[in-house]
């Protein structure tokens, strides 16, 4: 029988696991994995990362001992991300349907005792045994803060069956799941945040925006739906009545209102984090800007936006590594990856780039401290989203 499956390998991979991509790409942008891999034509999210990682690390395990790749989702139809991970997972040898299953929460069965997790008959799969029986399983729990109560009971049965290993902890699903979560926990320790306030309905919609519009002085703010990712469902608002528009569309649906921040709009920066169980705490493997391209609404990469190379200052990746910590604080198992948006003050040049560096260089080499080289560094960005496996980014 297989042994438990060492969950903290999938984290040391997203450091040591290089996609291919093109020598000039890999020349250009030494510190991007994520924005390389973007360059060479496969989108670069976290759940894209997550998954690249695992298919590696069941490659790298001998045949008998491979778990199974298990993707469970909302809808019947899996989403792109998922589709196209799956071609990657057989173009690199694993079997579509055998190796890396992608299943909904509906079609998933709890067998007596919890002894099993079977897929439902009628499925294609003949109610094949994906976990337990003596089979194992890692399993990536999509949907995020479209997850339900009955998602999330099932979720916590999957998590007690002996060879099941979920990759996201169900507390942090719980807590984790949307814009304003994340947001809720960052503000409480302090990080600096662009200003976001929660809100469901025209009116509330309406009351932020005049509050936001008046403490900055600007006549624009960001209307943003609470589980939106890839820059979809993103509306710079100036008036009430564009607002009663965009809510009209969803009267339902949760939405933040965000001060705006001019640079953002045409550029931001991913960080990227990776948790480590042997120091239980996160690096950063990368982060790059994402640059928008003209005549698109934002600069994330599925809108057509392009990387180029980033150096964090060591304020931002102090404050970086702090939020980090406060989204994991509480899990026990901590979400495998974070990932951070940051929305510059100003434009992002390749000066500030070499700014960045040479203070990091400085504190390395000792001819500046740490926290000389934070307060020459400070207030450079705020938080704008942060997102993790477990919540919005890592699940949708």
């Known amino acids: 029988m297989p042994g438990p499956i060492n969950v903290s390998a999938i984290a040391e991979a997203a450091v040591r696991v290089r996609p291919p991509v093109a020598a000039a790409a890999e020349a250009m942008l030494p510190f991007g994995d ?7 034509g496969t989108a670069a999210t976290g759940f894209d990362r997550e998954l690249a ?30 589709q196209s991970i799956i071609e990657q997972a057989a173009a690199k040898g694993l079997v579509p349907g055998g190796d890396i299953i992608a299943t909904r929460y509906a079609d998933l069965r709890i067998g007596k005792e919890r002894g099993f997790v079977r897929l439902a008959k009628g499925t294609g799969a003949d109610g094949m045994v994906v976990a337990g029986q003596g089979q194992q399983a890692l399993f990536l729990f999509r949907g995020g803060g479209n997850l339900k109560p009955y998602h999330l009971e ?21 807590r984790l799941g949307s814009k304003d979560a994340t947001n809720a926990v960052l503000e409480k320790i302090g990080s600096p945040l662009a200003a976001t306030i929660p809100v469901r309905g025209a009116d509330q919609a309406i009351s932020a925006f005049d509050q936001i519009t008046t403490r900055f ?21 100036t008036s009430h009545d564009q607002i009663r528009e965009v809510i009209a569309r969803e009267p339902d649906a949760g939405f933040v209102m965000q001060e705006f921040l001019p640079a953002a709009k045409d ?6 984090g990776v ?8 690096r950063l493997p990368n982060s790059y800007v994402r640059n928008r391209n003209a005549f698109q609404l934002t600069p994330n990469l599925a809108n057509g936006g392009f990387p180029t190379n980033y150096i964090l200052s060591p304020w931002e990746e102090q404050e970086v590594l702090r939020a980090m910590d406060a989204l994991a604080a509480g899990s026990e198992h901590p979400p495998l990856h974070v990932g951070l948006d940051l929305f510059p003050r100003k434009a992002i040049t390749a000066s ?12 390395r080499a000792g001819t500046m401290s740490l926290d000389e ?24």
Do not use: C, W
């Not at 695992?54 to 809808?75: A, H």
């Not at 070499?354 to 504190?363: D, I, K, P, T």
């Not at 020459?376 to 949708?396: C, H, L, M, N, Q």
């Open 34 to 40: 994520d924005a390389a891999r973007a360059l060479s």
């Open 53 to 82: 990682d695992m298919m590696q690390l069941t490659l790298d395990m001998p045949r008998s001992q491979r778990p199974r790749i298990v993707i469970v989702g909302i809808g019947r139809t899996p989403p792109l991300t998922t």
């Open 154 to 174: 099932k979720i916590a049965k999957i998590q007690t069956v002996e060879g099941a290993t979920a990759l996201t902890d169900l507390s942090a699903i719980e």
């Open 217 to 237: 002085g600007d006549t624009t703010a960001v209307l943003k739906k609470v589980n939106s990712l890839g820059g979809k469902d993103v509306h710079f608002v």
């Open 267 to 272: 550029q931001d920066i991913r960080v990227h």
């Open 275 to 282: 948790y480590d169980a042997a120091t239980g705490r996160y």
């Open 352 to 363: 500030a780039v070499e700014r960045n560096h040479r203070l990091q260089e400085a504190v």
């Open 373 to 396: 080289a934070v307060a020459a560094s400070r207030d450079t960005v705020v938080i704008g989203e942060a997102a993790t496996s477990a919540g919005t980014k890592g699940t949708e």
